[in-house]
């Protein structure tokens, strides 16, 4: 048996799908092709088979710094063709599982010589080897159509902490910011719409740190809780313009009927002095409903106040309560991704 060791330096690109983004796992696949009468097999090389290698690939953890990391790593080697129908074979199958290299790193951070295991970190392949027969007989070996190929199956999660800090956090305590707006006085307009606007171009600002990824023609992850976050602030300042309104609403209601009246009463007045002989009455004698119609006018000068003061105490509870459940709708949502 003759082996054919061949050192071959290849970047490789990989297309992803960034629906999920940040919270996605990637699958990139890696193809080699071996025609003629060879037949190709991944196996450990000589050189490196020490006793503590168990996969074909070696992972130099402290140089590789990537927002993906690898979490299992599937390696095929079949018969294939591009002519002949039902041809593919699949004789070698290998899962190894690479989870370790995590915690591998936080002990060994750099190139030290007790970390000689971070540098040549092989994975764990031992339970998951499957080896099948495949015939091959049937084609002619010299038939450049039938050949066989090896292929390398990267599952690439995608590191979540960099994003915590600097995306989902920021934005659940701008979203929490305009949460305190419901809880000062509604009285003092200067501090609500302040912290209000500030609130709003914050988020804005937050929002503006997703064009610097890379532009897809279709909707992440990243931009649903950009997007919600920056309507749950909006709503926050649209609240107490609504409020502002409902508390003032009868207050303008009653200023146009005074108004109102005073214009009618002097349209009286004047017709009452081109008429010398109107008959006067005594107003002692007129029933005095100025007090009976004072307290409903309360009320009513109240009712305004009343309903802005309940609206205020009913988005102090429901905004913080559907913030809470777009986080679990969104979280169920795209950690099925991460599985």
């Known amino acids: 048996m003759a082996t054919l060791s061949v050192r071959v330096h290849a970047k490789v690109h990989c297309l992803m799908d960034l629906h999920a983004y940040p919270m996605d796992t990637q699958t990139c696949s890696l ?90 970190y092989f994975g764990d392949c031992s339970a ?60 003092s307009p200067p501090a609500r719409v302040s912290l209000g606007v500030t609130t709003v171009l914050t988020m804005i600002t937050q929002s503006a740190q997703t064009s610097r990824l890379p532009e897809v023609s279709y909707i992440r992850a990243v931009d649903v809780w950009v997007s919600m976050c920056q309507i749950f602030v909006f709503l926050a300042l649209l609240e107490y313009a609504v409020v502002s309104y409902i508390k003032r609403w009868k207050h303008i209601k ?41 307290q409903p006018n309360a009320k009513r000068q109240r009712s305004g106040r009343y309903y802005a003061e309940a609206i205020e105490r009913v988005a102090r509870i429901v905004y913080p309560l559907a913030f809470l459940v777009f986080i679990v709708i969104y979280v169920n949502v795209y950690c099925k991704f991460r599985i």
């Open 31 to 120: 193809f080699i092709n071996l025609g003629g009468n060879y037949r190709f097999r991944w196996g450990v090389p000589s050189a490196l088979d020490s006793g503590f290698a168990k996969s074909a690939v070696i992972l130099r953890l402290p140089g590789v710094h990537s927002q993906l990391r690898l979490e299992v790593l599937e390696m095929l080697a079949y018969t294939n063709s591009h002519v002949y129908q039902d041809v593919r074979c699949t004789y070698q199958s290998e899962i190894c599982d690479f989870n370790g290299a995590e915690g591998c790193l936080r002990h060994c951070p750099d190139s030290e010589e007790r970390c000689h295991k971070c540098n040549h």
């Open 254 to 294: 009653k200023v146009q009927k005074l108004t109102s009246s005073a214009s009618t009463n002097e349209n009286n007045t004047i017709d009452s002095n081109r008429q010398p002989n109107a008959v006067t009455t005594d107003s002692s004698q007129q029933p005095n409903t100025t007090d009976s119609k004072q």
């Open 128 to 187: 998951h080897s499957v080896a099948k027969d495949c015939e091959m007989t049937k084609f002619d070996p010299k038939d450049i159509h039938v050949f066989t190929t090896g292929e390398m199956r990267f599952t690439l999660v995608r590191r979540l902490r960099y994003h915590l800090l600097q995306t989902y956090m920021p934005c659940i305590f701008i979203v929490f910011m305009a949460w305190i707006n419901f809880w000062l006085d509604m009285d």
